[in-house]
């Protein structure tokens, strides 16, 4: 018996035939199954959590965008073009329409105003506008201030 064949008996303890290799691709099959099983439901759970993400970023811009139009309606009914100055009774409590900007749509305005005295001559004003979006039962806000002052 030489060398070769004494180290080849041990690390081939068993003959190599197609009968003794029988039933690894079976195994091979169901290993190669069961990762890629695991990797698309990794996916799937990464794109729903993606378009999620999405879904909220779109309405925290639309409730962004309804505040914005509330502080603009604020201002215009604090300091009415062409007609004296109002006060912040004016302003909190006024609804702000939304119906006529299919964008907006399921969305409202909620504002309200602080007036401020600092001096006799100078008057502070904030305007707070609360926008809200709401779709399905998930809602988002975005609060926005605006101050502006009086100079007589």
Partial sequence: MNVY???KRFIFPMPL???SQRGSA??????????TGLLVATLS?????SS????????GTR???????GLQQGMYELFPLNQPM?????VTGTPVDLSGIPSLANCSVTLSCQAF?????????RIEALGQCEAGGQTTERLLAMEARTIE
């Fill in 5 to 7: 064949s004494s180290v």
């Fill in 17 to 19: 035939s197609y009968h």
């Fill in 26 to 35: 079976l195994v091979v099959a169901i290993f190669v199954i069961v990762v």
């Fill in 45 to 49: 759970r990464l794109v729903t959590t």
């Fill in 52 to 59: 999620d993400s999405v879904v909220v970023e779109v309405y």
């Fill in 63 to 69: 409730a962004y965008t309804a505040a914005q139009s």
């Fill in 86 to 90: 109002a006060n912040c009774a004016a």
């Fill in 117 to 125: 005295d600092y001096t006799a001559d100078d008057t502070h004003y």
